[in-house]
């Protein structure tokens, strides 16, 4: 693992449990996937960078109003990685699926992701699917 300058404050005892819980994060999807710790590292940087940049929106036009980054239009490997080590909830593009339908994915806390659920047949989604306790859910275009 890099050195501990990537998470600031890290002689504070929370922010040593944060950066544990990183790496081991970090560690076991490199196992996982096969690939290098510092990689995945790295793309959870460059994709907090990105949840930094992007605009926010809200999903739909229901209230309450539903904030999410716009991260749709990107292609970043380790955005929900991202999503879960800094809070941030996210809208983004998915992988179409076999018969090529677009997909719309969403990352969050429960109540980001039950109001995706909610909201999606009325954006003209279809198909839902997700977990909100796990913070995750996707829908295809029609």
């Given at each position: 693992?890099?050195?501990?300058?990537?998470?600031l404050g890290a002689s504070d005892p929370e922010m040593e449990m944060?950066?544990?819980?990183?790496?081991?994060?970090?560690?076991?999807?490199?196992?996982?996937?096969?690939?290098?710790?510092?990689?995945v590292l790295k793309g959870i940087v460059t994709a907090k960078a990105a949840l930094g940049t992007a605009p926010w929106i809200t999903l739909g036009s229901f209230l309450?109003?539903?904030?999410?980054?716009?991260?749709r239009g990107q292609?970043?490997?380790?955005l929900s990685e991202a999503s879960v080590c800094?809070?941030?909830?996210?809208?983004?593009?998915?992988?179409?699926?076999?018969?090529?339908r677009d997909k719309?994915?969403?990352g969050g806390p429960v109540d980001v992701?039950?109001?995706f659920l909610d909201r999606a047949a009325s954006q003209?989604?279809?198909?839902?699917?997700?977990?909100p306790e796990q913070g995750f859910a996707g829908a295809y275009c029609k």
């Open positions: 693992m890099p050195n501990r300058v990537f998470v944060i950066y544990a819980l990183l790496e081991w994060r970090v560690t076991s999807r490199a196992k996982f996937q096969g690939r290098n710790a510092d990689t309450p109003a539903i904030y999410v980054k716009d991260m292609h970043l490997p380790e800094y809070g941030i909830p996210y809208l983004a593009d998915g992988i179409p699926d076999e018969k090529g719309v994915v969403c992701v039950r109001a003209g989604l279809v198909d839902c699917y997700g977990d």
